[in-house]
């Protein structure tokens, strides 16, 4: 269960780290745009892949808990002039006890009517910050400085680059570790049958609540992290489409899988990139649609994308992955 099992393993994550922190001497701006987002994503996709991919607590409201984040970031920087940094955990911390609010239905209820309730989570969370515009702005988006560091100012994709992959990385070791703990066996053993579980002499109602608290952590860190992407922090960054593309990341990616997050992640962000690219062009060929065909067409393909995993590869492209090592290991003797 060790995460780096063999020197190989160990050469091989210190040239891949390496590698990530040269990456912005020779990418473009647009490229490593789009790292830090695939970073944000791997963020929040920790969060509900262990609360919903691990702990079985299916969750349609992730987004707004990252919007908890978020703006918990932006008002600590506004209001009380605390260090950006200082706001990750804080952001995180306020998040996690919103998330165990919305979770306390969650011994009562499961499966359909648990979805309900996160769902009411998105709508409700998302509303109190519409119309908390003293400190949140409202519908108006909210302005925070860029972040510094020292007498650094990360105004520029390639410096706020060594913020976001870092935090990103430290989030999927805590994350790892989470999994091959007693907590993480525990979520597991819920997940599987919460029943059995409770006969096992598993506290429900406590770890239940801990996956909650735990998955809005992460996504409050995602929020924060956000927030000083962006610097304008706006309600459209955290709709309930958010929350779907935060699932498809998991149906993508693989469920109950920590690489398969990153993978969904990075999957769905090529894809989108791909979309902007490919979207002119048909925009040209059909210019009876025109415009209209930028704003269909991502969400059409991502929810063409869903059903072919969820009918040819439910288990993701993680599992995908590992069937692939398997071949290549046995070849040619595949018998």
Not at 192 to 209: I, P, Q, S, T, W
Request: charged fraction near 10%; proline fraction near 4%.
């Amino acid at each position: 269960m060790a995460i780096v099992r063999t020197k190989f393993h160990k050469a091989a994550l210190a040239a891949f780290l390496i590698l990530l922190m040269l990456v912005p001497q020779f990418l473009a701006r647009e490229y490593v745009d789009k790292i830090i987002w695939i970073a944000i994503l791997v963020i929040g996709g920790m969060g509900i892949g262990l609360l919903t991919g691990y702990c079985g607590q299916i969750t349609l409201g992730h987004a707004a808990f990252v919007a908890v984040g978020a703006y918990t970031s932006a008002i600590l920087i506004n209001e009380f002039h605390i260090h950006f940094l200082l706001t990750f955990p804080l952001a995180g911390l306020v998040a996690g006890l919103l998330g165990v609010i919305f979770g306390l239905p969650a011994l009562r209820v499961k499966g359909f009517y648990l979805i309900l309730t996160t769902l009411a989570a998105q709508f409700i969370i998302i509303y109190v910050i519409k119309h908390t515009d003293t400190y949140t702005g409202g519908t108006e988006a909210l302005l925070i400085p860029f972040p510094k560091i020292g007498g650094m100012t990360l105004d520029t994709a390639h410096s706020y680059y060594y913020v976001a992959v870092p935090t990103a990385c430290l989030m999927v070791f805590f994350a790892r570790n989470i999994t091959r703990s007693k907590i993480g066996r525990i979520f597991v053993a819920i997940k599987d049958n919460d029943l059995v579980a409770e006969v096992m002499g598993v506290r429900l109602f406590h770890y239940k609540l801990m996956a909650f608290f735990i998955g809005c952590f992460f996504a409050g860190i995602a929020g924060a992290v956000l927030a000083g992407k962006v610097i304008m922090v706006d309600l459209a960054y955290f709709s309930m489409e958010s929350s779907i593309w935060y699932l498809g990341i998991l149906v993508i990616g693989g469920m109950g899988s920590i690489p398969g997050i990153i993978m969904g992640a990075v999957f769905i962000e090529l894809m989108e990139h791909g979309v902007t690219w490919v979207s002119p062009a048909l925009a040209d060929a059909f210019p009876s649609v025109g415009a209209n065909v930028s704003a269909a067409l991502g969400p059409m393909i991502f929810g063409l994308v869903v059903v072919l995993f969820l009918v040819f590869e439910p288990r993701g492209l993680y599992h995908m992955w590992r069937n692939i090592l398997a071949a290549v290991r046995v070849w040619p003797f595949s018998y």
